[in-house]
């Protein structure tokens, strides 16, 4: 009996192991799946059905023009950090001042540096799941390891157990991952669960990454959700991680921004030269168009998807085989079929039975195995038709 090996095999076992053991997506391979299938509808990844609005494409365009095509500032145009400094100031009601913004190439961008700044081979860094699985991913290439902690569900909401977080903090321990509103499950904690989360991290001396990109998407009337900065000092330990894709309807321009205390600053700009060297020009004269002459467009998405969170939430509950979770924020449904455990093989038969794509649960972590997320930022009449498709498969 003779053994085949690969051909490359050698290569990759001469790789780095945090290289080597990056997971594969559990979302991109439902999405390879379904991909060219006719008719599918797509609701597999955090991203809408608009395009990029004319007024920020524009003030792209014009950028080119005018030959702005060259390096450029490491930590943002001086332009675009201002204008940040200036959406904050009106989002938060206090003052923000430009140098604790600096411009990235994307929201992924600004995970893996905020990761890069605190963390590497031995550290921990704790994370409450199912959670969006590039958090542990960036962990993982860093050297360091993400510590699960599964959220409970009960009456019908997720909920984050403090104790449960406190008893996974050890010695080894670097930082707090928190994600609110929380992709995928659309938990959002309440200013009170953020000054618990905050004395916590505090009280061990460990750092916050807080992504807090779904803020605006809230169902309860606020204008955002409830922020680390409702509750935070300034020297306290907090890296915020953001991006232009979600409010502005901006996922493939790939350009977001990191919030930190300005101390730091010098210390990201090193990460930013020796990554990226800064972001384009003309995509930042979009992002400043998005921050000042964005709000109708940013107040049109999130009454679009509230509108499609009341659509599949009764359209699932109707079948009378679906368990979840109504979302407070964010824009995703995460559910579960009764009787079905296998979120990975049932994502795939929906995508041929159903023509519908959803993202398995498996890939979201401990806690979200036997789940699906969907994202409704889409428009109704889609949806309407998901919620048919979806009746129907699951009624067989």
């Given at each position: 009996?003779?053994?085949?090996?690969?051909?490359?095999?050698s290569?990759?076992?001469?790789?780095?192991?945090?290289?080597?053991?990056?997971p594969?997506?559990?979302?991109?391979?439902?999405?390879n799946?379904?991909?060219?299938?006719q008719?599918?509808?797509?609701?597999w990844?955090?991203?809408?059905?608009?395009?990029?609005?004319?007024?920020?494409?524009?003030?792209?365009?014009?950028?080119?023009?005018?030959g702005e095509?060259?390096?450029?500032?490491?930590?943002?145009?001086?332009e675009?950090?201002?204008?940040?400094?200036?959406?904050?100031?009106?989002?938060?009601?206090q003052?923000?001042?430009?140098?604790?913004?600096?411009?990235?190439?994307?929201?992924?961008?600004?995970?893996?540096?905020?990761v890069?700044?605190?963390?590497g081979?031995?550290d921990?860094?704790?994370?409450?799941?199912?959670?969006w699985?590039?958090f542990?991913?960036?962990?993982?290439?860093?050297?360091?390891?993400?510590?699960?902690?599964?959220?409970?569900?009960?009456h019908?909401?997720?909920?984050?157990?403090?104790?449960?977080?406190?008893?996974?903090?050890?010695p080894?321990t670097?930082?707090?991952?928190?994600?609110?509103?929380?992709?995928?499950?659309?938990?959002?904690?309440?200013?009170?669960?953020?000054?618990?989360?905050?004395?916590?991290?505090?009280?061990?001396?460990?750092?916050?990454?807080?992504?807090?990109?779904?803020?605006?998407f809230?169902?309860?009337?606020?204008?955002?959700?409830?922020?680390?900065?409702?509750?935070?000092?300034?020297?306290?330990?907090?890296l915020?991680?953001?991006?232009?894709?979600?409010?502005?309807?901006m996922?493939?321009?790939?350009?977001?921004?990191?919030?930190?205390?300005?101390?730091?600053?010098?210390?990201?700009?090193?990460?930013?030269?020796?990554?990226?060297?800064?972001?384009?020009?003309?995509?930042?004269?979009?992002?400043?168009?998005?921050l000042?002459?964005?709000e109708?467009?940013?107040?049109?998405?999130i009454?679009?998807?509230?509108?499609g969170?009341?659509?599949?939430?009764e359209?699932?509950?109707?079948?009378?085989?679906?368990?979840?979770?109504?979302?407070?924020?964010?824009?995703?449904?995460f559910?579960?079929?009764?009787g079905r455990?296998?979120?990975?093989?049932?994502?795939?038969?929906?995508?041929?039975?159903?023509?519908?794509?959803?993202?398995?649960?498996?890939?979201?972590?401990?806690?979200?195995?036997?789940?699906l997320?969907?994202?409704?930022?889409r428009?109704?009449?889609?949806?309407?038709e998901?919620?048919?498709?979806?009746?129907k498969?699951?009624?067989?």
């Amino acid at each position: 009996m003779t053994t085949t090996t690969l051909p490359g095999a050698s290569l990759i076992a001469d790789l780095r192991p945090e290289a080597r053991n990056a997971p594969e997506s559990g979302i991109v391979e439902v999405v390879n799946h379904g991909r060219l299938k006719q008719g599918l509808i797509p609701l597999w990844v955090g991203e809408g059905d608009l395009p990029t609005p004319d007024f920020i494409a524009r003030a792209a365009n014009k950028s080119l023009a005018d030959g702005e095509t060259f390096y450029t500032w490491q930590r943002g145009i001086p332009e675009l950090r201002e204008a940040l400094a200036r959406y904050h100031t009106a989002l938060y009601g206090q003052p923000f001042s430009s140098d604790r913004f600096f411009v990235t190439g994307s929201g992924m961008q600004s995970v893996q540096i905020a990761v890069r700044l605190i963390a590497g081979p031995g550290d921990e860094l704790v994370i409450p799941t199912p959670a969006w699985p590039n958090f542990a991913a960036a962990i993982g290439i860093a050297g360091a390891k993400a510590v699960c902690v599964p959220m409970d569900l009960e009456h019908g909401r997720f909920k984050l157990d403090l104790d449960k977080l406190a008893a996974a903090i050890t010695p080894r321990t670097r930082a707090l991952v928190i994600n609110s509103p929380a992709n995928p499950t659309g938990w959002t904690a309440t200013k009170a669960e953020m000054g618990a989360l905050l004395a916590l991290a505090r009280k061990h001396g460990i750092w916050i990454i807080a992504d807090e990109i779904y803020a605006r998407f809230v169902y309860d009337g606020s204008p955002r959700a409830a922020s680390f900065h409702d509750v935070m000092e300034p020297e306290d330990r907090v890296l915020f991680v953001q991006t232009f894709s979600k409010n502005w309807a901006m996922t493939g321009w790939r350009v977001g921004w990191i919030e930190a205390p300005p101390a730091l600053g010098q210390v990201i700009e090193n990460l930013i030269q020796y990554s990226t060297s800064g972001s384009p020009v003309f995509v930042q004269r979009a992002a400043i168009a998005a921050l000042e002459e964005g709000e109708p467009f940013v107040a049109q998405q999130i009454a679009r998807a509230a509108e499609g969170r009341k659509i599949i939430s009764e359209g699932l509950l109707a079948t009378n085989r679906v368990s979840l979770a109504a979302p407070d924020g964010a824009f995703y449904q995460f559910f579960s079929v009764d009787g079905r455990s296998d979120s990975r093989a049932l994502a795939i038969e929906l995508v041929d039975k159903a023509n519908v794509g959803l993202a398995p649960g498996t890939a979201f972590g401990p806690g979200g195995e036997t789940g699906l997320r969907l994202c409704f930022a889409r428009k109704a009449s889609d949806l309407v038709e998901v919620v048919a498709r979806l009746q129907k498969a699951l009624a067989t």
